[in-house]
């Protein structure tokens, strides 16, 4: 008896490890690299800006001696004084006096001592990011005016997709995807990449990722492309076996299903001083596939019209057998006129007298 609940008890212990395991992503992050900062093309900065934004592995608020900010006159580069506050997962290095128009700095950020050590333990550093990064960052002429963007949805595509989904890992099915991107005014299109994007899907965040264990930097999605995202529905029988654990552990996928959706993409700079939201975009995500046109028939090939009135055919000329001298009738009168002199000439002949010349 003893042996039998002893059994049982592994068994259930065993279990509960097994769907465990499957629960859980085996995540292995690296946390070192010097991160980088959030600038426009050209490392441009705007001059209404807080300060140089910055996101990385690890916090830098509290760690000032892992940044060091110099300004560039000439050939001098002249230490600025800054301080470090987070905001919304994002540090901003913040000099003690104001941006103005012109101006050229050098950022360098270092990874931290722990990031350093554990470097060390990776059997491939070079695939590592750097553990310092120094970037030159120029501020813009004009300040940053965020008043108005829109909405682009490129063609829908009927494609497989990966998802991370509750109880495990990630999730495989077929899906109706369409692909969104911000149109930004063109005098903000060089600032792309210094703004953040979140998206709206029904009015809820839609933060997607292809697993539990990718993460993306803030104000970004995982499309990889700045201000662009990948919204689907669910077209394809779903994993029983997730569909199983999440109903098991009381969880539900909110997996969107096909029909028409809003989209909205909240656009804003890095230090939260401007936010706008674009205009919703009405996306129909459907499970059948595009409609093929019928080819069409081809048509007859037609004669080309005649140029003008076609002439009859002449009949065949009659085959003339030897030569023919002059006319028809001349000939016959020529032969008749041969005929009668030479009967006359034989009648002489007979009668003893010789033809007259």
């Known amino acids: 008896m003893r042996l039998m609940r002893?059994?049982?008890l592994l068994g259930v212990a065993l279990t509960i490890?097994?769907?465990?395991e499957a629960r859980a992503c085996s995540c292995g992050r690296a946390l070192v690299g010097a991160g980088r900062l959030y600038l426009g093309a050209g490392g441009l900065l705007p001059p209404d800006a807080a300060g140089f934004?910055?996101?990385?592995?690890?916090?830098?608020?509290?760690?000032?001696?892992?940044?060091?900010?110099?300004?560039?006159?000439?050939?001098?580069?002249?230490?600025v004084k800054f301080t470090i506050a987070r905001h919304d997962g994002i540090d901003i290095i913040t000099p003690a006096q104001k941006f103005a128009p012109g101006q050229v700095f050098e950022v360098t950020v270092r990874e931290s001592a722990r990031a350093s050590e554990s470097r060390q333990h990776y059997t491939d550093p070079s695939s590592l990011p750097p553990a310092e990064l120094t970037t030159r960052v120029t501020i813009a002429a004009a300040p940053l005016r965020l008043t108005q963007a829109s909405l682009r949805a490129g063609p829908q595509a009927h494609e497989g997709v990966n998802v991370a989904a509750p109880a495990s890992c990630s999730e495989s099915f077929a899906a109706a995807k369409v692909s969104v991107r911000v149109v930004l005014p063109p005098e903000l299109?060089?600032?792309?990449?210094?703004?953040?994007y979140m998206t709206h899907f029904d009015g809820r965040t839609w933060?997607?990722?292809?697993?539990?264990?990718?993460?993306?930097?803030?104000?970004r999605t995982w499309t990889g492309e700045t201000g662009t995202d990948m919204v689907f529905a669910v077209c394809g029988p779903r994993d029983e076996d997730a569909v199983r654990r999440m109903e098991r552990y009381g969880e539900r996928s909110d997996f969107p299903e096909p029909g028409r959706h809003s989209i909205e993409v909240v656009v804003s700079t890095p230090d939260g001083s401007q936010t706008i939201t674009t205009p919703a975009l009405s996306v129909d995500l459907s499970c059948a596939p595009p409609e093929v046109s019928p080819a069409q028939p081809t048509a007859p090939l037609e004669a080309p019209a005649p140029s003008g009135p076609i002439a009859p055919a002449e009949p065949p000329e009659s085959p003339v057998l030897g030569c023919a001298v002059g006319e028809p009738g001349t000939a016959w009168l020529l032969g008749a006129a041969w005929w009668l002199r030479r009967r006359r000439a034989r009648r002489a002949r007979s009668a003893g007298c010789s033809a007259p010349p």
């Not at 490890?17 to 465990?20: G, L, S, V």
């Not at 933060?207 to 104000?219: A, E, Q, T, Y």
């Open 17 to 20: 490890f097994a769907e465990a």
């Open 189 to 196: 299109e060089p600032l792309r990449d210094y703004l953040l």
């Open 207 to 219: 933060d997607r990722r292809p697993n539990l264990c990718k993460s993306f930097d803030p104000g």
């Open 6 to 8: 002893t059994v049982l």
């Open 53 to 79: 934004p910055w996101t990385g592995p690890e916090p830098l608020a509290g760690a000032d001696d892992r940044v060091k900010v110099a300004r560039i006159e000439g050939k001098r580069r002249v230490p």
